[in-house]
Nanobody
Framework: EQLVESGGGLVQAGGSLTLSCAASGSTFSSYPMGWFRQAPGKEREFVAAITWSGGSTFYADSVKGRFTISRDNAKITVYLQMNSLKPEDTAVYYC????????????????WGQGTQVTVSS
C-alpha cells in the first residue's frame, strides 16, 4: 500500500495548481485522507483533510477559501485544488491517510506519500 503525489510545479503568484494523490490498495477508500506541507526549515503543517465519504472537509486557516480538497473513491485518488497561490504556499506537499486522532497532527497519520514540490514565484 502506498500513496503517490503528482501535480506539483512552478507557478506565479495568483496562479493555480491541482495536486493528485493516487493510492494503491482498496483499503484507502475507507480512510480519511489529508494534505500537509513542509517549507524549508519549518515543521510539517496541516493543510486539509477529507473524510472517507467526502462528506466533511477541514482546512487550515491559511488556505481556507483558496484550496479545495476532494476525493474520488472509485479511483482511490484525493485532490487538492489550489487557487490564488501565494509565495508563502511554497513547500513540499505530502498526501497522508488513516489518521488516528487529531487530523492536524502529522504523527497521528499512518501512511505518507513521498511529496511533491510546489513553488510559487512572486
Amino acid at each position: 500500500e502506498q500513496l503517490v503525489e503528482s501535480g506539483g510545479g512552478l507557478v506565479q503568484a495568483g496562479g493555480s495548481l491541482t495536486l493528485s494523490c493516487a493510492a494503491s490498495g482498496s483499503t484507502f477508500s475507507s480512510y480519511p485522507m489529508g494534505w500537509f506541507r513542509q517549507a524549508p526549515g519549518k515543521e510539517r503543517e496541516f493543510v486539509a483533510a477529507i473524510t472517507w465519504s467526502g462528506g466533511s472537509t477541514f482546512y487550515a486557516d491559511s488556505v481556507k477559501g483558496r484550496f479545495t480538497i476532494s476525493r474520488d473513491n472509485a479511483k482511490i485518488t484525493v485532490y487538492l485544488q489550489m487557487n490564488s497561490l501565494k509565495p508563502e504556499d511554497t513547500a513540499v506537499y505530502y498526501c497522508a491517510a488513516d489518521p488516528d486522532g487529531d487530523y492536524q497532527v502529522p504523527l497521528d497519520w499512518g501512511y505518507w506519500g513521498q511529496g511533491t514540490q510546489v513553488t510559487v514565484s512572486s
